[in-house]
Structure formats: structure tokens, C-alpha cells
């Protein structure tokens, strides 16, 4: 066959108009769209199990540096999944026997303390009756009716924890097993999923998309435990220093809440404003304590953890900020927590692939103008 009856034999499709392509590419984008959408629907309708396993696979990554550390020590894996998990349940025992007295404590105290709040609350009572009257005038203008009596069952409660209890211990299960097998599992799951890859240059983006995920997340989290922790030390002292009662328990609670960016922060310095109200005579007294913790927070955010994990590592903040939207409003707090992590594994996986694809893009044109 000649090269005149190559050329012949080779079928030529019309060349495709603008209207085809924006019609292809809408189609495209359209498909996306609604593999999104039934991903968000699938997470949002699977979260009682999903959480918990998310949940667990996130402080395995966390955890994933000392595991290999109990490795170096010839230990099976089956083995530090076992002591990886038990090192975790220390850690929370010694943090709960840490609050469980004051905590309880306060708790008593809530109705003694809303009692006290709303006697302190009288000075603002001016305001607050402008506010109302403010309401009034704008119900009456538009029309709005009288609001409904809500009845209150008093064994609601006991009801709502009675049916809450066996769904919460599943939960809590399920993320222990969760952190077992991924830790006693994550090299074989590794490579299961690179002899998946046929092509090298592949198994070689996801041996690197692996090694950034396990680097960055372990690296963020570990970080932010220690920084966490130093951040609810100096919040015990500076409560003991003003005179706030139970200090560990705020400190706890201060670090806690800081794993959640600026959410928990703020819930935080609610907390301690509520407190410093029912704990202190004057009005400069009770706003101490909360300004006393804004100050350390600060200090903290601004300074110490850019310091710590570094620029490279510090995020966008609108991108923090949808991140915890979505996953809060998604799988509440626990989505808080793991916003960020995951946040993270995003950026890893963009970072490997866009570079990639662009490089295989561009290996494949200049095969095509070779050709």
C-alpha cells in the first residue's frame, strides 16, 4: 500500500463548530456537578458510619510517626496498631479524669449560675427592652402572629439519651477498629494500591500523593497537638492567676476547642465571658477573663503557630473557612475537626496531579507532532 492509498484510507471527521463544543464541554462540566452532588449526598447520608471511620483514619495519620517509630523495634503490625491505640485511650483517660471533677461541678452549678447571669444581665436591661420593643413594632407591622406555648417533657431528656446511648457506642467502636486496622493495614493498603497503577509513572505520582499525605497531615496535626496544649497551659495559669475557678477545666476545654479554627476559639471566649460574669462583682472583673484568653489566643495564632508549622504550611483562610463550613454543617463537630486534615490531603492530591497531568499533556502533543 503506497502513501497515496494510506492517505485515502484514512477517515477525516469534519471538524467540530463552536456551538458542538461548548455543548461537549457543558456536558462535562454538568457530569462533574452531579458527581459532586451525589458524593456530598452519599457523605451527608452515610455520617453516622462514615464519620467515625474518617474520624479514625485521621488520627491514625496523626498518629502514623509514632507507629513507625514502635516498628523500628521489630514489631508486627497487628502489634502497633494495638499499642498505637492503646497510647490514644491513655492520653484520653488521663484527659478526662483530668476535667471529669470540675466538669461535673459546673454542671451542677448551671442553674445557680443563669440565675446569677440574669441578675448581672439587669444593667443591660434598657437596651435589651429598646431591642423588644423594636420586635413588637415590627411584628405588629408585619403582621406577624403570637408565638406558639412550647410544652417541655421532663423525661425528654432521659428518653433522647436512652435511644442517643447505643448509637454513640457503636460510634465509638467503630472509630477504635477504624484506628486499629489502618494503622496495622496502611502498608499493605499502600501497596494494593500502586500495583493498581500499571503505568510507572503513576505508581510513582501516588507513591508521592501517599508520602505528602502521611507528611503533611501527621506534620500539621502533631503540631498543632503540641501548640494546643501549650495554648491550654498558659490558659491555666492565667486563670489561676485571676482567680477563675477550676483552671484545668478551661485550659482543657481551650485546648480542645482550638483543634476547630476560629470556631472553637470563639466558643471558647463565650464560655470564660459567661463565667467571669457568675464568678466576678464588677463589670472590668468578669470581662478579664475573656479578654485574658483572646490575648493568649493572639498571641498564639499570629506568632507562635506560623512560627511552628510554618508559611508553607499556613493555609488560605477563606479556603479554612469554607473547608470548616462544609464539613461542620456536613458532619458537625467531628466534620470541625477533620476540616482541616482533610483540607491538606486536597492540597496533596492537587499538587501531584495538576503537574502531572500538564506533563503528560505536553508529552502527548509532542508525540502527536512527532507523528
Known amino acids: ?18 456551538i458542538e463544543i461548548v455543548i461537549a464541554r457543558s456536558a462535562q462540566v454538568a457530569t462533574i456537578l452531579v458527581g459532586i452532588l451525589a458524593v456530598i449526598t452519599a457523605l451527608y447520608a452515610g455520617k453516622f458510619i462514615l464519620s ?27 502489634l502497633t496498631g494495638a499499642i498505637v491505640v492503646l497510647i490514644f485511650l491513655a492520653l484520653l483517660s488521663v484527659l478526662v479524669f483530668a476535667v471529669a471533677a470540675p466538669l461535673s461541678f459546673w454542671i451542677e452549678r448551671i442553674p445557680t449560675i443563669l440565675t446569677d447571669l440574669r441578675l448581672r444581665l439587669t444593667e443591660f436591661q434598657a437596651p435589651i427592652e429598646t431591642i423588644r ?15 406558639l406555648p412550647v410544652s417541655v417533657d421532663d423525661d425528654s431528656a432521659v428518653a433522647s439519651l436512652a435511644t442517643l446511648a447505643p448509637g454513640l457506642i457503636a460510634q465509638i467502636l467503630l472509630f477504635f477498629a477504624s484506628l486499629y486496622f489502618f494503622i496495622a493495614t496502611r502498608h499493605e493498603t ?18 508521592h500523593i501517599f508520602r505528602d499525605i502521611e507528611r503533611l497531615v ?6 498543632i497537638a503540641l501548640i494546643n496544649i501549650a495554648h491550654g497551659a498558659a490558659v491555666v495559669i ?15 476545654i481551650a485546648t480542645i476547642f482550638n483543634f476547630v479554627p476560629y470556631l472553637g476559639p470563639a466558643l471558647t471566649a463565650v464560655i470564660l465571658f459567661a463565667v467571669g460574669l457568675a464568678e466576678f462583682d464588677t463589670l472590668m472583673g468578669s470581662l478579664l477573663p475573656v479578654i485574658t484568653y483572646l490575648a493568649i489566643h493572639l498571641t498564639e495564632a499570629q506568632f507562635v503557630t506560623p512560627m511552628v508549622i510554618g508559611r508553607a504550611m499556613t493555609l488560605n483562610p477563606f479556603a479554612v473557612l469554607i473547608a470548616l ?32 497531568i500538564a ?13
Do not use: H
Open 1 to 18: 500500500m503506497n502513501r497515496t492509498t494510506k492517505r485515502a484510507a484514512i477517515v477525516r471527521l469534519p471538524p467540530r463548530s463552536n
Open 52 to 78: 467515625p471511620i474518617f474520624l479514625g483514619v485521621t488520627i491514625g495519620l496523626m498518629l502514623g510517626p509514632v507507629a513507625t517509630r514502635v516498628e523500628r523495634y521489630a514489631v508486627s503490625a497487628s
Open 133 to 147: 420593643t423594636m420586635r413588637e413594632q415590627l411584628r405588629s407591622v408585619t403582621g406577624g402572629g403570637e408565638s
Open 190 to 207: 499502600r501497596a494494593a494500591i500502586l500495583k493498581l497503577c500499571i503505568r510507572r509513572r503513576l505508581r510513582w505520582r501516588v507513591a
Open 218 to 223: 501527621s506534620r500539621y496535626l502533631l503540631s
Open 238 to 252: 492565667a486563670m489561676w492567676a485571676l482567680g477563675v475557678p477550676s483552671p484545668m477545666l478551661w485550659g482543657a
Open 325 to 356: 463550613a462544609f464539613w461542620i454543617w456536613l458532619w458537625g463537630p467531628i466534620g470541625g475537626f477533620i476540616a482541616i486534615p482533610f483540607l491538606l490531603i486536597l492540597y496533596a492530591v492537587v499538587w501531584n496531579l495538576i503537574p502531572g
Open 359 to 371: 506533563a503528560d499533556n505536553a508529552a502527548s502533543r509532542s508525540e502527536n507532532r512527532a507523528s
